[in-house]
């Protein structure tokens, strides 16, 4: 979709299947510091990107670029695992270019999209919903979920366009504002029960809007119609039809228990809530 890039690069490293601090780990030996790196890809891709120039210190770091395939918004943000057997304790990395071309970053087939816009949406609802929410992340996630609603109102063929602005000015207030609940229970799921990122999203986002809304997020509350057509046009409208067990959710439950961003979401979840939303998803 982008033969230059390739075409132009001093090496191309396909990033393989996996988890991020892992593929991030085994390239490590093959990256020039001195060299910028170009992610062409999802938020897989691009997050592999950031994890392997975070492994440096600051100041000695290769230049990131994205081009970004998807709507993950990963190229707006600094979040990012680790890569395995570098310092943790470095900084994250953002990267310091960013293109985002509606005919990439909206291209994927109509039910990848529908998945990749509920990543998005989960952006725009949930960081407004943070302890470190301010008034202009607060002021562009509701323009990203409004972009998002009008992409799909006629019901047809969803605008691209919109949907690639909606997910820069998502990725923007997720950013700014942290993550919680949310993001802490699909990134869970998609690590330990092998849920693609985006149907994970899709699948927990109408059970988690909820969540924030009992906890006086009105705004989240009035998304839960747009993030359940998402669901059912990312076909991922319950876990079992994902191939999830249930006994994986209790896995799921215990491990998204011990994540620190869940301090993000006043009153903090316990394991308890988190277990009832997966058994809700399920």
């Given at each position: 979709m982008a033969p230059v890039v390739g075409e132009r690069a001093g090496t191309v490293h396909e990033v393989a299947p996996g988890r991020v601090d892992e593929i991030a780990g085994a390239l490590l030996g093959e990256i020039d510091p001195g060299t910028p790196i170009v992610a062409l890809g999802g938020g897989r891709v691009i997050d592999t990107a950031k994890a392997l120039a975070a492994a440096y210190p600051p100041g000695e770091r290769p230049l990131v670029a994205a081009v970004a395939t998807t709507l993950s918004?990963?190229?707006?943000?600094?979040?990012?695992?680790?890569?395995?057997?570098?310092?943790?304790?470095?900084?994250?990395?953002?990267?310091?270019?960013?293109?985002?071309?509606?005919?990439?970053?909206?291209?994927?087939?109509?039910?990848?999209?529908?998945?990749?816009?509920?990543?998005?949406?989960?952006?725009?609802?949930?960081?407004?919903?943070?302890?470190?929410?301010?008034?202009?992340?607060?002021?562009?996630?509701?323009?990203?979920?409004?972009?998002?609603?009008?992409?799909?109102?006629?019901?047809?063929?969803?605008?691209r366009d919109a949907l690639a602005l909606a997910a820069l000015l998502s990725g923007y207030t997720i950013d700014s504002a942290g993550y919680g609940l949310h993001h802490v229970v699909a990134q869970t799921l998609a690590r330990f029960a092998g849920v693609g990122h985006g149907q994970a999203n899709a699948v927990m986002l109408p059970h988690t809007?909820?969540?924030?809304?009992?906890?006086?997020?009105?705004?989240?509350?009035?998304?839960?119609?747009?993030?359940?057509?998402?669901?059912?046009?990312?076909?991922?409208m319950h876990l079992r039809e994902l191939g999830v067990d249930e006994a994986t959710l209790d896995r799921c439950a215990d491990a998204a228990a011990e994540r620190s961003e869940l301090d993000q979401t006043p009153p903090r979840p316990d394991r308890d809530e988190l277990r009832a939303l997966y058994a809700a998803a399920y």
């Open positions: 918004a990963a190229e707006m943000t600094a979040v990012h695992r680790r890569a395995a057997g570098a310092d943790g304790g470095l900084p994250g990395v953002r990267p310091a270019r960013v293109v985002n071309d509606p005919a990439l970053s909206a291209s994927q087939p109509p039910v990848e999209l529908a998945a990749s816009a509920a990543n998005a949406l989960a952006h725009a609802a949930e960081g407004p919903a943070t302890r470190r929410a301010s008034p202009v992340p607060v002021l562009t996630g509701r323009e990203a979920a409004r972009l998002i609603g009008a992409a799909y109102a006629d019901g047809g063929e969803p605008d809007l909820a969540a924030l809304e009992r906890r006086g997020a009105p705004e989240a509350g009035r998304l839960v119609a747009l993030a359940s057509d998402l669901a059912c046009r990312a076909q991922a």
